[in-house]
Nanobody
C-alpha cells in the first residue's frame, strides 16, 4: 500500500513562512504529479500547486509569487514553501500523488492533511 505522510503545519503570524513536507512510501515504481490542495472551513477543496516528475509546475493565482513547490523524485517527496502568509491561507493542506504506479496498478492517493493557521 502507498501512504502519504505530511508534516510542517502550524500557527504562524501574517507575513511569516512555513514549509510543508509530504513523503510517499510503499512499493512505488513511479509517480506522475504531486501536489498540494487546501480546504478552509465551509469551502471546497482547492488546488494550491502541483509539480510533475519533469518539474513542470502549476500554481493557484492566489499563491503565485509567494509559494513554491520543490520535489525530490528520488525520495518521492514534495514540499510546499509558503512565504508572506496571509490569514486567508488558513486551511487544512492535503498532499496528493497522482497516477502512482505500484506492482498492483496505478492509483491516486491523498494524505490526511496538516493544519496551517495564519493569525496574529
Amino acid at each position: 500500500q502507498v501512504q502519504l505522510v505530511e508534516s510542517g503545519g502550524g500557527l504562524v503570524q501574517p507575513g511569516g513562512s512555513l514549509r510543508l513536507s509530504c513523503a510517499a512510501s510503499g512499493s512505488i515504481f513511479s509517480i506522475n504529479a504531486m501536489g498540494w490542495y487546501r480546504q478552509a472551513p465551509g469551502k471546497q477543496r482547492e488546488l494550491v500547486a502541483t509539480i510533475t516528475g519533469g518539474g513542470s509546475t502549476n500554481y493557484a493565482d492566489s499563491v503565485k509569487g509567494r509559494f513554491t513547490i520543490p520535489r525530490d523524485n528520488a525520495k518521492n517527496t514534495v514540499y510546499l514553501q509558503m512565504n508572506s502568509l496571509k490569514p486567508e491561507d488558513t486551511a487544512v493542506y492535503h498532499c496528493n500523488a497522482d497516477s502512482v504506479t505500484t506492482g498492483w496498478g496505478t492509483n491516486d492517493y491523498w494524505g490526511p492533511g496538516t493544519q496551517v493557521t495564519v493569525s496574529s
